[in-house]
């Protein structure tokens, strides 16, 4: 499967952003979707992750009301929609993909996924 994520750039803070990642090279009907970030001199985070197939998510708290991940089956196309964006979300985001289940995505070792697309840089000035 080979990711490639955009929609990154510099915001300011309280404005939105929505990051794409299309996927190709396979059928994804077994696979789940995530979002990282990594901000600068800190570990890469796990964001939200989608099950393809059945849609399900799963958000890791941090970002539960402000983002949204959601799927375009037709386009093979995972968005992440990021509102009231703060400094704080300054970061370099990834999507990854495997097969697996959102959640388990979500709690997985990185370094077992797989699949990973380029990030996009998302900076929030203040």
């Known amino acids: 499967v080979q990711l490639q994520a955009s929609g990154g750039g510099l915001v300011q803070a309280g404005e939105s952003l929505n990051l794409a990642c299309v996927a190709s090279?396979?059928?994804?009907?077994?696979?789940?979707i995530a979002w990282f970030r990594q901000a600068p001199g800190k570990e890469r985070e796990f964001l939200v992750a989608?099950?393809?197939?059945?849609?399900?998510?799963y958000y890791t708290d941090s970002v539960k009301g402000r983002f949204t991940i959601s799927r375009d089956l037709g386009k093979n196309t995972v968005y992440l929609q990021m509102n009231s964006l703060k400094p704080e979300d300054t970061a370099v985001y990834y999507c990854?993909?495997?097969?697996?289940?959102?959640?388990?995505?979500?709690?997985?070792?990185?370094?077992?996924?797989?699949?990973w697309g380029k990030g996009t840089q998302v900076t929030v000035s203040s």
């Open positions: 090279g396979r059928t994804l009907s077994t696979y789940a």
């Open positions: 989608v099950n393809w197939s059945f849609g399900s998510t």
């Open positions: 990854a993909a495997d097969v697996s289940t959102a959640q388990r995505m979500g709690v997985v070792n990185q370094g077992q996924i797989p699949h």
